[in-house]
């Protein structure tokens, strides 16, 4: 099905912390996380990180600052 899941802050962090140590097919099929959200939560976090530390995430988009 073509279920939407959220992810809490917590989730994401645990598996961008596997991405970066197992990559992403690994990734992926622990998590059961499709790769291009790794990628935009990857690519989110290197642009705002440094900008603003009050960010929180959505299920919809995946984040939101």
Same mark, same amino acid.
């Given at each position: 099905?073509?279920?939407?899941?959220?992810? !809490?802050?917590?989730? @994401?962090?645990?598996?961008?912390?596997?991405? =970066?140590? *197992?990559?992403?097919?690994?990734?992926?099929?622990? /998590?059961?996380? !499709?790769?291009?959200? @790794?990628?935009?939560?990857?690519?989110?976090? =290197?642009? *705002?990180?440094?900008?603003?530390?009050?960010?929180? /995430?959505?299920?919809?988009?995946?984040?939101?600052?």
């Amino acid at each position: 099905s073509k279920h939407r899941k959220s992810w !809490s802050e917590t989730e @994401i962090e645990t598996i961008l912390q596997h991405y =970066q140590q *197992h990559g992403i097919t690994a990734t992926v099929r622990h /998590f059961n996380v !499709s790769s291009s959200m @790794i990628y935009r939560w990857q690519v989110f976090l =290197q642009k *705002h990180v440094k900008m603003d530390s009050n960010l929180s /995430f959505d299920d919809k988009s995946g984040l939101t600052l």
